[in-house]
């Protein structure tokens, strides 16, 4: 398997040094951006460089040099060699072609110009002008301050300074003081200097200027790069985080099974050291002057805890990614272990109350909670108004009714959802299951859910026993009358044969009528067998249309009159005057009144009267035949439906116990009702099919 080199150690460790080295070079590439911002964008600042300040001072301890050699000429001394050799000297080294500093000397009590760099016009390209007060003699004192004559007066910073003859400060006198008081002093010289902005000649403020800038601008671009150099390491790091050598997974080292929490609090403590001692020997080097080694070696020991600083930083976040990538960021921590534990506890608590007031009857409980809701809300309210802390109590009495509205809000959703998923169960659902999953705070309404999802089971389970009993009853049904059929036809066959034949005996005749009245019936209850299991299964085919139901009434009574007057029976009929249609198959709709008014002929009383009514009521046509049973009737209605059942227990007629179920299948399968009712002796079945 190829190793994907982001899992490899050496990779990370060198991605790691590249990326705390960046962040170590853009932190002090954006101090120094922060000391030097202005400079940036504005090239005057170039005049506060140590180059700049350095090539101030010389130029002006050499027209100093120069100054004092002029004023021994003035007074008439003679100079020697090396002087005049130095003098000349001097002022070649200030003239406009070797540098941009300009100078005029003039006579402090006439103002006429002794000394200048180019005449008059010297500091015609100078802006911040530095002025001076000299005397040259066994009294020297110097008085100087500073001017901006620029585009804009900013109120440069003006001061006095008074020195010795040795060059230390001996007074300083803040303001812009035009002519110091100074009791006895005597200043001969007034000398003005400064730098050309246009820095014409190559020199140090020349050089200065481009040090300054051109270095400022690439210091920027330094802590740019870098600082984007950081966020790609760092982006790369975290991509390589929990990545192993030959594993498929991510995988977790022994840092990240520290819980995050104590982990993040350690390294935060440890970054937070090493940042502040960085910075306190930063300070203290800033501070150091004397010595270059010492500031030399608290600007390392601070680099080097910047370092380790930035190195902790990267380790957090790859540890951080790679608890994101396993999903162990916030379950690996003391706070949610605390919480889990805390909530465990709550639970088991609360099902141990529940558990130990199970055995109460719910009045009671329901007591019990309402009380103790009573008196928390009492001591609540007694603390809100005798307590000084008065928003204490009343955000603890606010928060204990929210919740307690808050649980009956949730009792009352979770009943109504065991109340509708019970009325599914009841209309004929059994499969519908009730979630229990969230009712842990209500364990009684819990029980009572999972009790109906029992129930359900238990329907279900009791109506896939009964289909599958009554599939099979179909099929024995069906393949017995299939497997009667073939011998059965045989029989009726030769007994047809025997009676064509010419056979003397009487006995034989009656064992041939015999013979051929019972296997005609046999014949009829094999027919009947597969009808009635056809019916129940709905595999008969059923072609709907308008018919009249009177004229089949009428019809089917004509058949059945001589059948009735035999059985001692008196039909009373009573058919509408006007034909009334319905929408049926008129081969099964014969059956139907066929299989009513011949369980009559077999099952009424002799000597007493059928009663057979025709009505239309709200578009449906609703036939009733009523007659007395000749037996007792001590079976429900609806058992009389099933199939094999009949009245006469003791089974003493022909009836087959299938009529009226073959009668009931057939009405419901062209879309009609079938009703029996039973009381006493008295018989009513009620057909009722729609109004066509």
Known sequence: MKQDFRSHALVKALVLLLSVACAVGALFSWI???YHWDSLFNNETYASSAMWYQGMQGRYSHLMSALDIYDQIRRGEKLGYLQEKNYNVYLSNLSPEQTNFRYIIRDNATGEILLSSAGEDSLAGVGDIWQSLRT?????????????????????EDYTIFYDDDGNIILQVPGNVSRPYMEGATYRYAVEYGVDAQLAADDEFRAAWNSFTKGNIQVLYLAIGCTAGVLVFTVFLMCCAGRRPEAETFTLNWSDRIPYDLYLFAIGFAIIMLLGCSVEWATRAYWTFSDTGDRFLLNGMSALCFTA??????????????????????????????????GRFLRRFWRDLCAALAGLPITYRTIFFFLGYL??????????????????????????????????????LQWDQVRSKAQDIVSGQPDTVIDTGNMTWFPALRQHAGALNDLGGAINTAVEERLKSERMKAELITNVSHDLKTPLTSIINYVDLLKKEDIEGEKAKEYIDVLDRKSQRLKKLTED?????????????VNPERLGMGQLVDQALGEYSAKFEDAGLTLVSALPEAEVYVTADGR???RI??????????????????????????????LSLKNISAQQLNIPADQLM?????????????????????????????????????????FKAVVSLPQA
């Open 642 to 682: 099933e199939r094999f059942v009949r009245g006469d227990e003791s089974r003493t007629t022909e009836g087959s116990g299938l009529g009226l179920s073959i009668a009931r299948s057939l009405t419901e399968l062209q879309g009609g009702r079938f009703r029996l009712e039973v009381d006493g002796d008295l």
């Open 136 to 156: 040259i003699g066994p009294d020297y004192l110097e008085y100087s301050y500073r001017t901006y004559y620029g585009p804009e007066d900013t109120g440069g």
């Open 593 to 622: 009144i066929d299989n009513l008014l011949g369980n009559c002929v077999k099952y009424a009383m002799p000597g007493t009267r059928v009663y057979l009514d025709m009505t239309v009521w709200d578009s449906w046509v609703t």
């Open 309 to 342: 600083a930035a190195a902790l930083v990267e380790a957090g976040l790859m540890s951080t990614a790679t608890r994101i990538k396993c999903r162990t960021l916030l379950r690996n921590t003391v706070t949610w272990k605390f919480l889990a534990w805390c």
């Open 32 to 34: 120094y951006c922060a």
């Open 375 to 412: 008196v928390l809300n009492a001591f609540l309210a007694a603390g809100l108004f005798r307590s000084g802390n008065g928003g204490f109590y009343f955000l603890c009495l606010l928060g204990v009714n929210t919740v307690v509205l808050a649980l009956m809000c949730r009792y009352t």
């Open 529 to 541: 067998l597969v009808e009635a299991s056809k019916a129940s299964t709905g595999t008969l085919t």
């Open 588 to 590: 099964h709709l014969w």
